[in-house]
């Protein structure tokens, strides 16, 4: 420990390498540990679904014995190709769904309690007596949170993939299927993976807010900082609707809702900024519902999408929520070199 420090003075790098692990090692749980058990629980249902069908099966008398996809695959035209590609990789990123989740719950809780649990247990006045300042040490459970254990998080979806697909794999073969040519084509696998990585840091700008309205919360906030972080700018939508001040403004209420709400307590969870590319998740109707167009939506292969991404990176909601973001960071960093004490 002494000698990290003493190295620290002189290395900012080697430092904030040290604090990235020190997040790591005190919240290994969440970040490798919840992410892994999330693809294993995947992993248990693909299997009952498969002896509940192969039992469906025996009792119905159904059979796909001898079932030739060498000639199938061989004689499929490119565009039916990209179609079963698009299959597998939605089917794929299904599965991931309860991983991405996971990730949500465990970024948002982290946060919460980054600042607020060392001020709880007085260990911030042992943290503050390091050579460590409070801006670097706010940033690094900001990247901690948006890199660090979004790649733990992936990592863990790639293994959920291969394990299914082995999984899917050895069901075919023992019905005489071979699943070699179409299952595991390693270019929309690999491209998928790729792209999965390549998103981290738009996932990250438009999670800023969020960060930064968390970590504020986390060390500003004496006691129960979830109340804070939830219940003020829910209670505030909620007075807002009551009087109908924004309205007055010709504003519909749900523009509060959609641009401050969900961008503070939302924007950790992957893919977020889907709506503000070409896609359109929620599109406005009639007054201030919002419906869910599907008939114009291929939400996984337009998440997946480099033009999808691109138009994400130029839009300016994205910027302003960083922007914003931030400050509230800044805010963050403010607060946590004044406040020592908090209460349970």
């Not at 002189?10 to 892994?36: C, D, V």
């Amino acid at each position: 420990m002494n000698t990290q420090i003493g190295t620290a003075r002189s290395n900012p790098t080697q430092t904030f390498a040290w604090l990235l692990k020190r997040e790591y090692w005190e919240h290994r749980g969440g970040f490798f540990w919840g992410p892994m058990i999330a693809g294993g629980v995947m992993i248990v249902i693909a299997m009952l679904t498969l002896i509940i069908a192969e039992a469906t099966a025996a009792r119905h008398g159904i059979s796909i014995n001898g079932m030739n996809l060498d000639a199938i695959s061989r004689n499929m035209t490119a565009d039916q190709v990209r179609i079963f590609n698009s299959g597998v990789t939605a089917a794929l990123m299904g599965i991931s769904v309860p991983v991405m989740v996971t990730l949500f719950f465990v970024v948002f809780f982290y946060l919460l309690g980054a600042l607020y649990d060392d001020r709880r247990d007085r260990s911030v006045l042992f943290w503050k007596s390091l050579p460590i300042s409070d801006l670097d040490t706010v940033l690094s459970k900001v990247a901690t949170a948006v890199v660090v254990a979004p790649l733990f998080a992936i990592a863990a979806t790639i293994v959920l993939h291969i394990v299914f697909l082995c999984l899917i794999s050895v069901y075919a073969a023992f019905h005489g299927v071979n699943p070699l040519p179409l299952l595991w084509n390693p270019v929309p696998l690999v491209s998928m993976w790729i792209k999965l990585v390549c998103m981290i840091p738009l996932n990250a700008l438009w999670a800023l807010p969020t960060v930064g309205w968390l970590l504020l919360c986390s060390s500003f906030a004496r006691s129960k900082p979830f109340l804070w972080a939830v219940a003020l700018p829910v209670g505030f939508g909620l007075m807002v609707g009551f009087t109908q001040l924004l309205r007055q403004l010709s504003i519909p209420d749900s523009w509060y809702w959609k641009n401050i709400v969900a961008r503070i307590l939302f924007g950790v969870f992957p893919g977020g900024w889907f709506n503000i590319g070409n896609g359109k998740l929620w599109t406005a109707g009639s007054g201030d519902d919002f419906n869910f167009s599907l008939s114009r939506l291929d939400l996984v292969n337009s998440l997946l999408n480099w033009n999808q991404i691109l138009n994400a990176l130029g839009s300016l909601d994205l910027w302003l929520g960083a922007i914003a973001g931030v400050g509230l960071i800044a805010a963050a960093v403010y607060f946590r070199r004044r406040r020592t004490e908090a209460y349970s």
